[in-house]
């Protein structure tokens, strides 16, 4: 399925968007090398093959998607009712409003209500967990939460954005933080999962909320017609315990654009490469006055019960000379910004240790020394 879906979507993948593509798909048989070049030999013999002219009228000549492609997809579309959707069933409700306004109305109705989004994690609450969900809203009809657009100062990402797309927005401008997103589950999974919902649901291992927090990101939230912009730093209390009030949902997030000269970059340390959870994942902002620091922001995941940015090395850092002697001092604040747990993933050691190696591998990438790309040898 893996492979079919990267040939609709992709004319002539290489071999490294073949790699990415099959992530997730673990094979103890084989491994992955074979099944690779399978992939890369499909593309070969149905180019060749002049008995399978259907299999090679996805694309015009032009590269874009074939009239044919783009009228099946104007019919699944079309299958989308555009009235708000209410079922009601052994006393548990489900909603499906249209829009932003009839989401409001709803949520503040129904203010103990789950917010379902591409339901990646909150699946799992039923699958795994065993959940009865008594009311759910779900956000996937509203358009005006699944619009991405640029404006002269941010990025600006509707929370019901998926993964994939909010990701796209975002490397356009942070180009530094492919490699991460593409460490970021699977592609069916980011195609299902949204920004929103990562945030939202406050894990302190979730990968996109240290890199968030180190640029600035804010937070769009709306009860009602109520709006409030919020800094993501302020908005997590404790372990999956936000500022949200009843009935009030993030709408959107919002992203600055990067200043001329910043270097941004974001890490992940995991026990597989593909498909983990991290152990630790380590963000940094960094714009240099000279060889000095004009300005830093540090933020880990996996080191609290937050995602959270390391306020005292920043401090250690701020103003001071960008070196690796200022470096090892600025580690030793660390001490005072986490206090990490042992656990499945990782001891709480390893995560001290980890997290001061990741900021000297920042220095080093940010100094000019020639440092060694993970992504190319993950697998």
Not at 106 to 114: G, N, V
Not at 359 to 378: I, M, N
Request: aromatic content about 8%.
């Amino acid at each position: 399925m893996s492979l079919f879906a990267l040939y609709k979507s992709n004319a002539s993948p290489t071999r490294r968007e073949i790699d990415d593509a099959l992530a997730g798909n673990l094979c103890r048989c084989t491994g992955y090398s074979p099944i690779i070049s399978a992939a890369e030999k499909m593309y070969v013999e149905l180019a060749e093959n002049e008995h399978q002219e259907w299999l090679r009228e996805r694309y015009n000549a032009d590269g874009d998607i074939s009239d044919d492609e783009a009228q099946r997809v104007d019919v699944l579309r079309s299958l989308q009712t555009s009235n708000q959707l209410a079922i009601e069933h052994n006393s548990k409700k489900f909603f499906a409003p249209q829009n932003i306004s009839e989401l409001a109305q709803i949520a503040e109705q129904h203010p103990a209500a789950t917010i379902l989004a591409g339901g990646t994690d909150v699946g799992l609450w039923v699958t795994k967990q065993h959940r009865e969900l008594q009311e759910v809203i779900y956000t996937g009809n509203v358009m005006e939460m699944q619009a991405v657009s640029v404006s002269a100062t941010h990025i600006e990402i509707g929370a019901a954005v998926s993964l994939t797309d909010a990701m796209q927005a975002i490397v356009t401008q942070y180009p530094a933080l492919e490699e991460l997103f593409l460490r970021f589950a699977s592609p069916p999974i980011r195609n299902a999962a949204t920004l929103g919902g990562n945030i939202a649901n406050g894990s302190p291992i979730g990968d996109s909320m240290p890199v968030l927090l180190v640029l600035d990101a804010s937070l769009v939230l709306r009860k009602g017609t109520s709006v409030r912009p919020v800094p993501l730093s302020y908005f997590y209390i404790d372990y999956q315990h936000t500022i949200l009030r009843p009935g009030e949902f993030i709408e959107q997030i919002l992203l600055p654009l990067p200043f001329a000269g910043e270097h941004v970059a974001s890490y992940k340390v995991s026990k597989r490469f593909d498909q983990d959870i991290s152990a630790v994942c380590g963000a940094y902002r960094l714009i240099k006055n000279g060889d000095r620091v004009g300005d830093i922001k540090i933020a880990y995941g996996g080191m609290a019960a937050i995602p959270k940015r390391a306020d005292n090395c920043e401090q250690a850092l701020f103003g001071k000379e960008w070196s690796a002697a200022v470096i090892a001092e600025a580690i030793t604040a660390l001490d005072s910004d986490f206090r990490p747990i042992s656990d499945m993933r990782s001891s709480a050691q390893y995560r001290k240790i980890i997290c001061g190696n990741l900021l000297k591998r920042f220095h080093a990438e940010t100094a000019g020394e020639k440092s060694t790309r993970v992504y190319s040898y993950g697998r």
